[in-house]
């Protein structure tokens, strides 16, 4: 637990990252966060094209996405990055409003990592985020060539 | 060409003989011997075939008189010499075998025509019927199509509540949490009351979307019908409320229940709210006296819960099975309101029956019918 990884935060509500922003501070976890606020923004920064042009190189250790997204929505992001050669090793956590069974069978369809439902409850919320985060930016070893920095 | 009234055809039957006989005479006068038996059997068979068996008959019968009359040795008198009695049997068998050829073809001809013309009526009938099953057909795709249609539209109704309105909901509760816990000191009292009360408003604005959720999916989902056994729902129903009753003093009564024909998740769910709800409403006993068991139908069975809480007013049963329908203060028994309105859902999509019996303060018992295992078992067999 020497690094800590970098997230990926796919999320178009600002209100919704704002609060995850917030769990994610309480343990130290948002300094390494970045935020896209649609589908194509994801891929963008992924492909470090646009305004992510000149990024340094180098996958995420997780990224939490939400389905529901203007113009590219969750599960196209996720279609995407599984059939890229270069960005299908990157662990995927859904965060999501759905409960739909039908989202989650696409979604584990698609090879997502985890599926995570957003709980309505604020401390569950912050639990659920702080176990993720815990998880997948510090626990996890995440796939070779992922960003991480010395804490 | 058939003619109904019979002066007409004993008429046509006299004329033809007549106008056969004329023409004989004439034949006669003018030298040609012996027509007069082809005229005869002629008029004959034109008379058997177009004026029926009677005048047949009858122009044999005048026939065979004028044959005699005219024509037979001696001339002009009904008598019959020896010699000619050969030609006059002859004439009079030939008649007679002639009639009744004719009158058997024309029977043979008859039948046929009536069953040509009772095939046709069937042939229009049965395209007639073709055209009617084509448009029941084009009126049931029809339906079936806008029935598609409002379900889709139902899925992505509750689809947009899952997802919508959550999100705003979760908002509420965060911010609110929020600002409880950054400015908890500089609020007074009251402040700190309101905030809670929004939180707690959210909250059970949450669970009344998951339970409306949960409910709209009951009419959606699949049901993966098989033998269930209610034993074992029962089992695993007071354990998992088990954990919510400890320090209470619950006396369950479990009968031996049999085995049903349904969705198990789905008869699960029934069987926990209903118990949920018997050991919900019986909280203010000191012993709580919890009954489960059933009684025997022909073709299904009902199952009962019961319980010594509460209970309610007989009147209001009507409004029990409600969606958000309450007959308690929220203050005295928690809850959405959401539990019985999804057993009823439930049973009904079974093929069974819910019903409740109660009175105020002396506990309630809800019966649910479902159909019994072999009996389903062997309608699925009987059916391909």
């Known amino acids: 637990m020497s690094e800590l990884g970098r997230v990926l935060l796919v999320e178009d509500d600002p209100r919704d990252v704002e609060l995850t922003m917030t769990a994610l501070g309480e343990y130290n976890l948002a300094n390494e966060v970045v935020v896209a606020r649609d589908g194509q923004k994801a891929l963008d920064y992924l492909y470090c094209r646009g305004e992510f042009g000149d990024r340094s190189n180098g996958n995420p250790a997780v990224m939490l996405l939400d389905l529901k997204l203007p113009k590219v929505d969750g599960l196209e992001v996720l279609q995407q990055i599984r059939s890229d050669q270069r960005l299908k090793l990157i662990p995927v956590v859904v965060l999501t409003s759905s409960r739909e069974e039908k989202d989650m069978i696409r979604s584990y369809n698609l090879g997502v990592n985890a599926y995570v439902v957003k709980p309505v409850d604020f401390h569950e919320f912050v639990n659920a985020i702080k176990e993720l985060g815990i998880f997948w930016a510090v626990i996890n070893e995440p796939p070779p060539g992922s960003m991480k920095k010395a804490p | 060409m058939e003619w109904g009234r019979a002066p007409i055809r004993y008429g046509f039957s006299v004329a033809c003989v007549a106008i056969a006989l004329g023409l004989g005479l004439a034949c006669r006068y003018y030298g040609f011997l012996d027509a007069e038996l082809s005229l005869f059997d002629l008029a004959i068979v034109v008379v058997t075939w177009y004026a029926g068996v009677g005048p047949s008959v009858l122009a044999v019968v005048l026939s065979t008189a004028c044959f005699d009359y005219f024509f037979v040795e001696p001339i002009y008198s009904f008598e019959v010499s020896r010699a000619e009695l050969p030609y006059f049997f002859l004439f009079m068998g030939s008649a007679v075998i002639i009639a009744w050829f004719v009158a058997v073809r024309r029977r043979i001809e008859t039948d046929l025509l009536s069953t040509r013309d009772q095939l046709q009526a069937e042939v229009e009938q049965r395209r007639r019927r073709e055209e009617e099953i084509r448009e029941l057909n084009k009126d049931l795709a029809k339906r079936a199509r806008e029935l598609e249609t409002s379900n889709n539209e139902l899925e992505s109704f509750a689809y947009s509540v899952s997802h919508d309105l959550r999100a705003p909901l979760r908002h509420v509760v965060g911010f609110s949490e929020l600002l409880q816990k950054h400015a908890s000191s500089a609020l007074d009292e009251k402040s700190r009351?309101?905030?809670?009360?929004?939180?707690?408003?959210?909250?059970?604005?949450?669970?009344?979307?998951?339970?409306?959720?949960?409910?709209?999916?009951?009419?959606?989902?699949?049901?993966?019908?098989?033998?269930?056994?209610?034993?074992?729902?029962?089992?695993?129903a007071v354990a998992e409320i088990g954990q919510d009753t400890k320090g209470r003093d619950i006396v369950w009564k479990i009968d031996p229940l049999p085995v049903c024909y349904g969705d198990r998740s789905m008869l699960r769910l029934v069987i926990v709210n209903l118990l949920s709800n018997a050991v919900k409403f019986t909280r203010m006993r000191a012993r709580a006296e919890i009954e489960i068991g059933y009684v025997d139908g022909e073709n299904e069975v009902h199952a009962f819960v019961r319980d010594n809480g509460a209970g309610f007013d007989m009147r209001y049963v009507n409004k029990l099975f409600g969606v958000f329908q309450r007959l308690h203060l929220p203050e005295d028994f928690e809850g959405t309101g959401i539990g019985l309105a999804t057993v009823r859902r439930i049973i009904h999509h079974h093929g069974g029956e819910v019903r409740a019996e109660g009175a105020v303060d002396q506990g309630a018992t809800f019966t649910f019918s479902l159909p019994k295992g072999q009996v389903a078992e062997e309608r699925s067999a009987n059916t391909p």
Request: cysteine-free; aromatic content about 4%.
């Open chain 2, 193 to 236: 009351r309101y905030t809670q009360t929004i939180l707690e408003s959210a909250k059970r604005m949450g669970n009344l979307i998951d339970d409306l959720l949960a409910f709209s999916r009951i009419g959606r989902a699949e049901t993966k019908k098989r033998l269930v056994s209610l034993d074992q729902l029962v089992k695993e």
